[in-house]
């Protein structure tokens, strides 16, 4: 996508610099001893709530399924699927 | 099979854990429902709902992951896991991938027929939670040729996928292995193991090699493997068809096959998805999944006797043949059975385990009914095996005997006194028979008599016959030596 992108011939140098320090940025990055940090599955600071194994929701098969562009038999259509 | 080619194959094996609602709904989880009446909202991926993790789920693998002697993960991630197809709604599949909550399993299989009754370790690579798809049909009914139906009740129940290490030899290790990993989540209540419902599913990753080779050949992998005899039948399939085509100088194109148990072969379903074809990434929508080591030392309280334990136990405390004890601690109710049966019964515990193997499995599968539903109760049958230890009847009419409580006619000493099958133990009135047998049939006594010892099965079968099968083998047997060779030369077989 860099290629397609139309920079006017005066802001080419410019543009260049640019470029050249977020490369030289990243390439300080890459430098950075990250052998012992966790990787970050999430940004908040927080471990998972669990919830208890009990059944809460009720059938509403009737009310979502009018939300279907197409339904029969209780089951929701869709175009042919080939295995 | 060639022996100048190894076999190499690892199994996943997808195990729907036995929690009443879904992994990250409420929706329940219960088999057989009316289409959709168990999808709610979450399990639909509508807009701005959020997972929610079900406890029993994480406890679960936890359990499963001790009982295979695997690395815990204190702390495990969700990931997406991005595919496109109408069983599954949200367009991705909640499942782990970096870091999954078990890894560095091993369990140990001894029927694999690899290492001579040696028992041989099979890693466990990891063992990952993940939400099930929904299930598609497409044959809904005339008029609607052109469509799919979907049925999402399926769709987010949980699974624990089990990957093996790619430790296996053959066919038989594999259905080794699965029959193992089936026991122990069988014994640990964590899965039902149905395999006609799909609670307990199979895929294959399967590659032959040069022996002696070190780089490993092309795979390719089974899909639908929903019975212990398909899993070993697709792939001794798929090993010779990688084989011949070796031989024949072509090569194995990586795919996943689709095995047919009518035609029993296996044929290419689709080329084979790389990992980073389904763009995996951490799922925003659930945090870390953190437990801690008072956590998994409480689920570690709660393992009960794993199966080779309990076949240990079998074989020191009750003096069963090893094989014996491999096969009724297979099941924990088989072993609950027998353990029951034993306790209630005074004959030794061999014989009660050769009747538990025996006829009470035969008439099991005949009638297709599980142990828990046996028609003949523990103590029953260890009242019948009684009779047998104190030679109120022969093993062969204690058969008919079972048969009779089988179809329910009673306790076995009610059908012995009203059938009549108590053995005959008045040595005078045996006598009488053996003599009349013997008289009968004078020219294969004068053949008995030349040399022809053959013949005596020929005698004890005439006199099993003639007393209805009432009378002791062994006794007729040395009754018969010692007529038939006059009485004078007898050596002290009579009884």
Avoid at chain 2, 16 to 43: M, R, V, W
Avoid at chain 2, 224 to 240: C, D, T, Y
Avoid at chain 2, 258 to 283: I, V
Avoid at chain 2, 393 to 411: L, N, P, Y
């Amino acid at each position: 996508m860099l290629a397609r992108l139309r920079i006017a011939d005066d802001e080419v140098a410019d543009t260049v610099d640019k470029l050249t320090r977020i490369v030289e940025f990243v390439d300080r990055l890459s430098q950075a001893a990250t052998g012992d940090v966790v990787p970050m599955a999430h940004p908040l600071n927080a471990s998972q709530r669990l919830r208890p194994d009990l059944v809460t929701e009720p059938d509403r098969r009737d009310e979502l399924q009018q939300n279907a562009p197409a339904v029969s038999d209780g089951l929701y259509l869709v175009p042919r699927v080939i295995e | 099979m060639s022996a100048a080619w190894e076999v190499i194959i690892g199994l996943e094996i997808h195990a729907q854990l036995a929690t009443a609602s879904k992994i990250f709904s409420g929706a329940s989880t219960a088999y057989g429902s009316e289409p959709n009446t168990q999808a709610c909202l979450i399990d639909l991926g509508y807009p701005g709902v959020l997972p929610v993790l079900n406890r029993e789920a994480v406890r679960m693998a936890c359990k499963f992951g001790l009982a295979v002697n695997a690395t815990v993960a204190r702390r495990s991630v969700f990931a997406r896991k991005n595919y496109f197809y109408p069983d599954l709604p949200k367009g991705y599949q909640i499942s782990q991938y970096e870091l999954p909550i078990v890894e560095h399993g091993e369990l140990f299989i001894t029927d694999g027929g690899e290492a001579n009754g040696e028992p041989r370790r099979i890693g466990i690579t990891r063992a990952h939670l993940e939400e099930d798809a929904g299930k598609s049909i497409h044959s809904i009914h005339e008029g609607l040729d052109r469509f799919s139906g979907i049925d999402l009740n399926r769709a987010g129940t949980p699974l624990l996928e089990i990957v093996s290490e790619p430790d296996l030899r053959s066919a038989r290790e594999a259905v080794a292995y699965m029959r193992k990993i089936h026991s122990i989540v069988r014994y640990l209540g964590i899965s039902d193991g149905n395999m006609q419902e799909g609670s307990f599913r199979c895929d294959a990753n399967v590659s032959v090699r040069p022996r002696g080779q070190r780089e490993l050949g092309t795979r390719t992998e089974l899909k639908n493997l929903n019975s212990f005899r398909f899993v070993e039948k697709a792939i001794n399939f798929e090993i010779e068809r990688q084989i011949d085509v070796l031989e024949d100088g072509g090569d194995i194109v990586q795919e996943t096959r689709l095995y047919d148990s009518d035609r029993n072969q296996t044929r290419p379903m689709r080329s084979k998805e790389e990992a980073n074809d389904y763009r995996y990434f951490p799922d925003p929508d659930l945090l870390p999944v953190v437990i801690d080591d008072a956590y998994v030392e409480a689920v570690r309280a709660t393992l009960p006797e794993l199966p080779d334990a309990k076949r240990e136990r079998f074989v020191a405390e009750y003096r069963l043949r090893n094989e014996d004890a491999g096969i009724l601690t297979m099941s924990l109710a088989l072993a609950d059975y027998f353990e029951a049966a034993t306790a209630a019964a005074a004959a030794k515990p061999g014989l009660v385990a050769n009747w538990v193997i025996g006829e009470l499995s035969a008439a099991l599968n005949r009638d297709g009914i599980d142990i828990e539903a046996s028609r003949v109760p523990p103590a029953g049958l260890a009242a019948l095996v009684d009779r047998i230890a104190d030679s109120t009847i022969s093993g062969k009419i204690a058969k008919e005997v079972f048969d009779a409580m089988w179809a329910g006619e009673g306790s076995a000493d009610q059908i012995i006194e009203a059938k009549g099958l108590r053995q005959i133990t008045d040595a005078a009135e045996l006598e009488g028979v053996v003599d009349a047998v013997i008289a009968q049939n004078p020219s294969q006594a004068a053949e008995y008599r030349a040399g022809k010892d053959k013949l005596i099965g020929y005698f004890v079968g005439q006199v099993m016959k003639a007393t209805g099968g009432k009378a002791n083998p062994a006794q007729v047997n040395a009754l018969l030596k010692n007529k038939l060779t006059g009485g004078e030369l007898s050596d002290g077989g009579g009884s």
